[in-house]
Structure formats: structure tokens, C-alpha cells
């Protein structure tokens, strides 16, 4: 299928240095008030990328669910295959595709385990049906079919059927230390605006990048 003339015409304002914020935390921040007060679908869902004991690849979509000038937060299960590959190698790399906006942002970072205490937090606050997920899947194991998932899933409900559900100690989370975060903006005739912070000890540069 050819798919050549599948083209937009960007109509953004543009981006400019002079509008920016010092650090990329506080300039995502704003970005990302502006995608939740638009009503984007799932503003938060980010592709991740880590990459295999052989460096091929490995990219999905997972969901943000914090972030502060620390990094960005997310959860899995620490047996997944995404687990293992940011064991052998915690540099990977996050991906905002607000295509609505216009607008992506590409981050590259180191990924470390948050605490158990940060995790348990996050684990409650969580709607029952969800901790029970987190317990039901061996994530990235091959199963026989979904009848062994359902099948698993009463089993657990029928075991926590009283009181709250523990924080299953093969999950939690990750917080996702930003090294550069490069925000692109769409830009008429193709001439978009890019601007990259590369973290330099404490502070942030920011360079102007050519489209």
C-alpha cells in the first residue's frame, strides 16, 4: 500500500526559546496541563523502549502515572520481559505522541526500581479489580489460553475475599531519570521547532535542533 500522499499541513504557532521553561520538568508540566485541559485521550500513555541482550528493540505503551523533577513514574510486573531487559541495561527511552497537539516528547533516561514503600503506595490507591490483576498475570509468560487467566482471577478473589490485598512482591515501580527531553513542536511546510534539554550536573542547556 502506498501510502506517499498521507500528509498534514502542521498550523501550530511554533515554539520559541524565549517561551521555554528553565527546566524541561516544569516545560512538561505545562504541555502536559495544556493535552488533560484539551480532553486527549490517555494524555499520559507513553511508549517505552528498552532494548535485549542483543540490542534489538523492544517498544510498548505503557501508562505514566506521576512525575516531578525527580523522573517519571510508572508500574509493571518485575518478571515481565521489560523488567529484564532495563536489569541488563537501564538506559531506555519515552515517547508522548500527542499527534492532536502536534506536539511529541522524546525522553532518554536511566530506569531504577522505586522503593516498596512508594510502590505499596501507589498498589492501594488502586481499584480493587487492578491489585487483583497485578496478582492474576505472570506478565510476558505464554499461557494456554484466557480461560486459565479467568480461571486464576477467581481463584485470587475467592482468597482475598477479606480484607485488603497485599503489594505482590514481584511488582511495582520504576522512576525513569531524565538525561535529555526533547520537545517537538509541528511547524508549517515542515520546518518544525525542536528544542533539547541535555541535562549538565544540576542544571539543563537548551539547544535549538534543525527539523
Known amino acids: 500500500m502506498d501510502l506517499s500522499d498521507f500528509r498534514e499541513e502542521y498550523s501550530a504557532k511554533g515554539l520559541h526559546r524565549k517561551?521555554?521553561?528553565?527546566?524541561?520538568?516544569?516545560?512538561?508540566?505545562?504541555?502536559?496541563?495544556?493535552?488533560?485541559?484539551?480532553?486527549?485521550?490517555?494524555?499520559?500513555?507513553?511508549?517505552?523502549?528498552?532494548?535485549?541482550?542483543?540490542?534489538?528493540?523492544?517498544l510498548r505503551t505503557v501508562?505514566?502515572?506521576?512525575?516531578d523533577r525527580e523522573g517519571f513514574l510508572f508500574f509493571t510486573n518485575y518478571e515481565s520481559r521489560k523488567a529484564a531487559q532495563i536489569a541488563a541495561n537501564p538506559q531506555v527511552s519515552l515517547l508522548f505522541p500527542w499527534i492532536t497537539l502536534e506536539r511529541q516528547v522524546i525522553v532518554q533516561g536511566r530506569a531504577e526500581k522505586i522503593s516498596t514503600a512508594e510502590s505499596l503506595r501507589y498498589f492501594t490507591s488502586r481499584p480493587?479489580?487492578?491489585?487483583?490483576?497485578?496478582?492474576?498475570?505472570?506478565?510476558?509468560?505464554?499461557?494456554?489460553?484466557?480461560?486459565?487467566?479467568?480461571?486464576?482471577?477467581?481463584?485470587?478473589?475467592?482468597?482475598?475475599?477479606?480484607?485488603?490485598?497485599?503489594?505482590?512482591s514481584f511488582w511495582g515501580g520504576y522512576r525513569v531519570i531524565p538525561e535529555s527531553i526533547e520537545f517537538w513542536q509541528g511547524g508549517p511546510a515542515r520546518i518544525h521547532?525542536?528544542?533539547l534539554y541535555t541535562r549538565d550536573g544540576q542544571n539543563w542547556s537548551i539547544d535549538r535542533l534543525s527539523p
Not at 492474576?136 to 490485598?165: D, N
Request: hydrophobic fraction near 40%.
Open 19 to 58: 517561551d521555554l521553561a528553565d527546566h524541561p520538568l516544569d516545560q512538561f508540566e505545562q504541555w502536559f496541563a495544556q493535552a488533560v485541559e484539551l480532553k486527549l485521550h490517555e494524555p499520559n500513555a507513553m511508549s517505552l523502549a528498552t532494548v535485549d541482550a542483543n540490542g534489538c528493540p523492544l
Open 63 to 67: 501508562l505514566l502515572k506521576y512525575f
Open 128 to 168: 480493587r479489580e487492578s491489585q487483583l490483576g497485578a496478582w492474576v498475570s505472570a506478565q510476558s509468560s505464554v499461557i494456554s489460553s484466557r480461560k486459565f487467566l479467568m480461571q486464576k482471577l477467581s481463584e485470587l478473589k475467592e482468597k482475598f475475599s477479606h480484607g485488603e490485598i497485599p503489594l505482590p
Open 193 to 195: 521547532d525542536r528544542f
